[in-house]
């Protein structure tokens, strides 16, 4: 096989429409573009979404959605992976120490799933309602 040999399959490459040659050839006249209005004309043609003065529907359409910038820097921790800490006293820098949490988190939340069984000191870590009271049954302590 050579460059000079490569050519596409047969049926495969379909011929350039000639329009405007005359009515015999099936596209005289009109070129296949009806008659007058904006397709009709040379170079007449609109943007995408235009709807033709009708309002488009992407304004239309109510806007919605909401992305926090907050968010990506608060960490939520179970109670079940205080496991991984090793520290007694839990605070963030012990949590990236022990990766449960990423290291661009500016704060983290401790939330009730799982359980914890050793006593620890949460110092500095948001606490819900039920993971406090886990901490605290658990003969733990929360500090500010």
């Known amino acids: 096989m050579r460059l000079n040999e490569i050519a596409p399959a047969p049926g495969s490459k379909k011929a350039r429409l000639r329009v405007g040659r005359g009515a015999s050839a099936g596209q005289g006249k009109t ?10 004309r040379k170079g007449g043609y609109h943007k995408v979404g235009f709807e033709g003065g009708q309002m488009p529907i992407q304004r239309r359409l109510p806007k ?3 992305r926090s910038k907050i968010a990506p820097t608060v ?15 839990i605070d963030l820098d012990a949590l990236k120490a ?10 983290a939340r401790i939330v009730s799933s ?31």
């Open 75 to 89: 960490a939520e921790v179970r109670l079940s992976e205080l496991a991984k800490v090793k520290a007694d006293v």
């Open 98 to 107: 022990a990766n449960v949490v990423p290291a661009t988190a500016a704060r």
């Open 64 to 66: 919605f959605g909401f």
């Open 31 to 40: 070129c296949g573009r009806g008659v007058k209005g904006q397709r009709a």
């Open 114 to 144: 799982g359980g914890i069984s050793r006593a620890v000191t949460v110092k500095g870590v948001h606490l819900t309602k039920g993971a406090k009271a886990a901490v605290e049954a658990a003969g733990g302590k929360v500090e500010a």
